[in-house]
């Protein structure tokens, strides 16, 4: 089973739902979205396959399933921490993506989850970068996914994490970083740049032994990369980051070691029950990888 990806046509003055979508996507051959309405692939919000001749129709949502020839095969396993009518919290491995992008469709958090439960309700109420493990929240229902998600655009849940990197002894800590990030180059990257800022992080230290330190990053705000540029700009890349300071040549894989980053908790007062809720990632990082 696979997750499909949603689109509400926006304006526009193609003939057909196939000449708007080949124009939309260009990457995608023609033949392949042919493809891909003769087998009803391409759908209504309800499901119901629809034609390649239809007309567009600006607002219409339709659903669609991204396919990928070849898709790598991720042998990391998640965990489902806990469950319920509105909830599933996993603990995901290094290297598996939190929901289908790229290369990536079926070897994803979300497809996986999806074909354990049967459930093609779940959605991920944040993300993990493919190189960060941890804790993912998903809604079960759409019924109560509001609730959930205003937790994090009001900053109302907790979210604490662990990395380990290079020692910094000449640093007092607790400290917190304050700065601006805004996109880098490539377009992937953050930066840090002049103004306001827009992302905080509380850094604390663990274990201060030998030259490798292991910390604990507290996210006030939930910028992209936010953690890794911070302790990457204090002079302490989080181990095995190919990202930060400088990018790698080559794109980190699962045969070398994961970015030594982890999600380890997430607290908050249930929306629902008014009911404290914490979780905790049972995985661990290691200098060794």
């Known amino acids: ?33 042919e493809s891909r309405f003769a087998r009803g692939r391409v759908q209504d919000a309800q499901g119901r396959a629809l034609a390649a001749d239809m007309p567009w129709q600006v607002g219409l949502e339709i659903r669609y399933f991204r396919e990928v020839v ?7 396993v998640e965990t489902i921490l806990h469950h319920d009518a509105h909830l599933l919290v996993a603990d995901k491995p290094h290297f598996l993506p939190t929901a289908p992008a790229g290369a990536f469709v079926r070897e994803t958090l979300l497809a996986r989850l999806v074909e354990r439960t049967g459930n093609a309700d779940l959605v991920p109420l944040h993300r993990l970068d493919r190189l960060t493990a941890g804790l993912v929240l998903f809604s079960t229902r759409p019924e109560t996914r509001d609730a959930y998600q205003r937790l994090f655009r009001e900053r109302r849940i907790q979210k604490t994490y662990e990395a380990l990197a290079l020692a910094l002894p000449d640093l007092r800590f607790p400290l917190e970083r304050h700065s601006r990030l805004q996109p880098g ?7 840090e740049g002049p103004g306001e800022p827009n992302a905080r992080t509380r850094i604390e230290v663990i274990d201060a032994h030998g030259p490798v330190w292991r910390y604990r990053l507290v996210p006030e705000s939930g910028r992209k990369h936010q953690l890794r540029v911070h302790m990457a700009a ?27 980053l982890l999600a380890q908790a997430l607290a908050f007062d249930d929306p629902l029950t008014g009911q404290r809720r914490s979780f905790r990632s049972a995985r661990t990082l290691s200098v060794s990888g």
């Open 185 to 191: 180059e490539p377009f992937f990257r953050m930066v």
């Open 70 to 76: 070849d898709e790598p095969v991720i042998p990391f």
């Open 1 to 33: 089973m696979t997750t499909p990806s949603r689109l509400q046509l926006p304006p526009g003055n193609w003939v057909s739902l196939l000449e708007g979508l080949c124009a939309r996507f260009p990457r995608i051959d023609r033949l392949q979205w």
């Open 234 to 260: 204090l002079g302490a890349p989080i181990l095995g980051d190919g990202f930060y300071p400088q990018l790698q040549d080559r794109p980190q894989g699962e045969g070398e070691p994961p970015l030594q």
